[in-house]
């Protein structure tokens, strides 16, 4: 079946789980872009398919009523008993194939809500773009399972304040860069006790811990920062390709 193998394409290609957990994983431009072309695809189906999954449900429901009147009819007159006896039979494999097809289609559905999260987190991974996050916003938004929407709901919430935390950090740095103190030999341990300190208390990082989820590409640059501040030794501790990186 075309949808399913487009399904375990899309699964075994990122690496998608039923886990919510397992959505916070590193994720390329390129592959960002590819995600969202075979989700497209895949939603698509999805929506044609739902007209199927509507008919199928009430064919199940007439046919129930279909066999119960053979059933009467089998009853009542002997000699059709054979013949309708086979026709309940294929109804019931009918209504069993069918029901399969809408098992198949309900787990399409769910492998699409994966990927609409993975899109959505994978958003947070990536330098700040206002369309690409209210893309993603709106992809979340998209997740038809409210549980899991529900359990995930941290990422919506970064996607909204990534522009004022980046805008944070950025200001953050550029206090860092700014500091006489970073260039001088004599009170550069000074600086850099009181820099690791600063990035220790900044707000995203209060803000960020113990969360499920977070603003993955944030937390990278304050970890490289705090890297170069605690393996220096002396006056050549440069932040200014961070900062670059933080620009909008």
């Not at 989820?213 to 920062?225: H, N, R, T, V």
Request: net charge negative; proline share 1%.
């Amino acid at each position: 079946m075309k949808i399913v193998s487009l399904v375990l394409l899309l699964i075994f290609t990122f690496g998608y789980s039923a886990n919510a957990q397992d959505a916070t994983v590193t994720m390329s431009m390129s592959e960002y872009e590819m995600v969202k072309a075979r989700m497209d695809s895949l939603s698509s189906v999805i929506e044609n398919n739902q007209v199927t999954i509507d008919s199928i449900n009430n064919a199940l429901r007439g046919q129930d009523s279909v066999i119960e009147q053979l059933r009467g009819q089998i009853r009542s007159i002997s000699e059709l008993h054979q013949g309708s006896d086979s026709i309940i039979v294929a109804l019931k494999d009918s209504i069993s194939f069918q029901s399969n097809e809408i098992i198949s289609l309900r787990k399409e559905v769910a492998a699409l809500d994966m990927v609409r999260l993975r899109y959505a987190n994978g958003r947070l991974q990536l330098p700040y773009n206002q369309e690409k996050v209210n893309e993603a916003i709106e992809l979340f938004n998209g997740i038809s399972n409210v549980n899991l929407r529900n359990e995930c709901s941290e990422v919506l919430s970064w996607l909204r304040q990534y522009r004022f935390y980046l805008l944070d950090v950025q200001e953050l740095m550029q206090s860092l860069q700014s500091d006489n103190r970073r260039e001088n030999k004599f009170e550069f341990d000074e600086w850099r006790s009181s820099a690791l300190q600063s990035i220790n208390q900044n707000r995203y990082i209060k803000d960020s811990q113990g969360h499920q989820f977070s603003i993955i590409y944030l937390d990278e640059i304050l970890s490289i920062a705090k890297g170069r501040l605690t393996k220096a030794t002396k006056p050549t501790v440069d932040f200014s390709d961070l900062i670059e990186r933080l620009q909008l």
